[in-house]
């Protein structure tokens, strides 16, 4: 009968131990998943895109530096967080009423690398 009664705080005991630190696990906050850096075919369309604009007057495409376009640092892009490719390039001067303010450049072709775009506003 002793036996049974050890054996049983035993249990018990474990029991409790294991309630307890599952509580604790609970209340912590989940880690977030990585945000991918943007795949280097996008990177290289939005450079194609940066070196045949002569002139920049939004000022956009100084930001465009190093390797993740996807990070937050380069103005104007938007990447799908599951991905690391780029949706959406918002490329928008909210002063248009100027005509010395608008881009000078040529549209490169390397845009169309871009595969996975689904918006595309270039003004200003």
Known sequence: ??????VFKIVFILTLFHLFSSSLSLG???????VPIC????RLA???????ILKDTTDFL???TGTDCCGGGWEGVECDPATGRV???ILQNPSQRDPSIYMKGVL????????FLETMIISG
């Open 46 to 52: 939005l450079l194609g895109f940066k070196a045949k």
């Open 28 to 34: 912590q906050e989940p880690e977030a998943a990585p």
């Open 62 to 64: 100084s930001s465009w």
């Open 39 to 42: 795949a280097e075919a996008d």
């Open 108 to 115: 490169s072709p390397t845009l169309g690398d871009l595969h």
């Open 1 to 6: 009968m002793k036996f049974l009664m050890w």
């Open 87 to 89: 949706t959406r390039l």
